[in-house]
Structure formats: C-alpha cells, structure tokens
Nanobody, 125 residues
Framework: QVQLSESGGGLVQAGGSLRVTCAAS????????MGWFRQAPGKEREFVAA????????YYADSVKGRFTIDRDNAKNTVYLQMNSLKPEDTAVYYC??????????????????WGQGTQVTVSS
C-alpha cells in the first residue's frame, strides 16, 4: 500500500510562483514514475508533468513547458512541481500520482496506480 500526500497549494496572483510537493510513503513499493495531473471545475483531468524515477527523464504538457519544472528526491520518494509565471487557467486541483509498474507512456493517467487527495491551486487575475 502506498500513500501520497500533496502540499503547497494555495492562492497566488497571476505571474506568481508556487511549489507543490508530493511525498510517497508505504511499507515497500517500487517507484517507476511519479506525475502531476490537474482538474479544473467542469473539465477533464489533464496531464501536467511527470518524471521517471530511475533516469530522471521529464515530461511536460505543452501548456506548461517553460513555466513548470518537475524534480524528484530519490531518497525521500518525493516529487516537486515548481510553477512559475502562473496564469488564471492554471487554476485547478493538482493531483500527484505514482506508478509502481513500468510506465511506457508517463503522460497517461491510466499508467498510475496510486493517487493523492489533491491540492487546490488558485491563480487570481
């Protein structure tokens, strides 16, 4: 069993920055990749960013490239999402996810088998 705990969400003005954190905990588990997804009211959940645990390869949605950065701390089983130049359209609940099996497509939500409770990010104009 794996538990994911997100933190760092909040209210920020457009153009500002925010960093959300996700820590994974459990008895014993394999970590192949961790990612961030977001869901705005009335919209589908969408991919934001992901990172492969072993090699550290990163993946980003086109909408956040150049603004968001995902990073990991292997020893702590923790991922960070640094969000800069935030826009009102970034407003959403941000969910952390972990894949305990090989991930061929880190951008697909179906590849992740553990999910956090989500943290609200609100960007005001």
């Amino acid at each position: 069993q794996v538990q994911l705990s997100e933190s760092g969400g909040g209210l920020v003005q457009a153009g500002g920055s925010l960093r959300v954190t996700c820590a994974a905990s459990g008895r014993t588990f394999s970590n192949y990749a961790m990612g961030w997804f977001r869901q705005a009211p009335g919209k589908e959940r969408e991919f934001v960013a992901a990172i492969r645990w072993s090699g550290g390869s990163t993946y980003y949605a086109d909408s956040v490239k150049g603004r968001f950065t995902i990073d990991r701390d292997n020893a702590k089983n923790t991922v960070y999402l640094q969000m800069n130049s935030l826009k009102p359209e970034d407003t959403a609940v941000y969910y952390c996810a972990l894949a305990s099996k090989l991930v061929l497509n880190p951008r697909s939500a179906t590849r992740y088998d553990y999910w956090g409770q989500g943290t609200q990010v609100t960007v005001s104009s």
